[in-house]
Nanobody
């Protein structure tokens, strides 16, 4: 197993969650890492990525609300999600960027609802 996501759950609009992705060293140490999400009936889309040098990119819809970080000691990528909206409801996955088809994990469900 290369990537294991955790931290999802049910949260009210305006709430926060922190997602974690534990990665194997062979993947984490050499790659740009990203978070993706797939909402109901939607395709799987990139949300954010972080380079080995901690440079970051966010899609417009999450700018100012989400923060991606990486911990090189723990081989873990995090996604701090604040001010959550119902449209953020999705299964969230981590993967390399660009993604590797063999690396998809089970994802973690995030549901934003009152």
């Amino acid at each position: 197993v290369h990537l294991v996501e955790s931290g999802g759950g049910l949260v009210q609009p305006g709430g926060s969650l922190r997602l974690s992705c534990a990665a194997s060293d062979s993947i984490f140490s050499v790659n740009v890492m990203g978070w993706y999400r797939q909402g109901p009936g939607n395709q799987r889309d990139l949300v954010a990525f972080i380079t080995r040098g901690a440079g970051t990119m966010y899609v417009e819809s999450v700018k100012g609300r989400f923060t991606i970080t990486r911990d090189a000691v723990k081989n873990t990528v995090y996604l701090q999600m604040n001010s959550l909206k119902p449209e953020d409801t999705a299964v969230y996955f981590c993967n390399t960027f660009p993604f590797g088809n063999d690396y998809w994990g089970q994802g973690t469900q995030v549901t934003v609802s009152s």
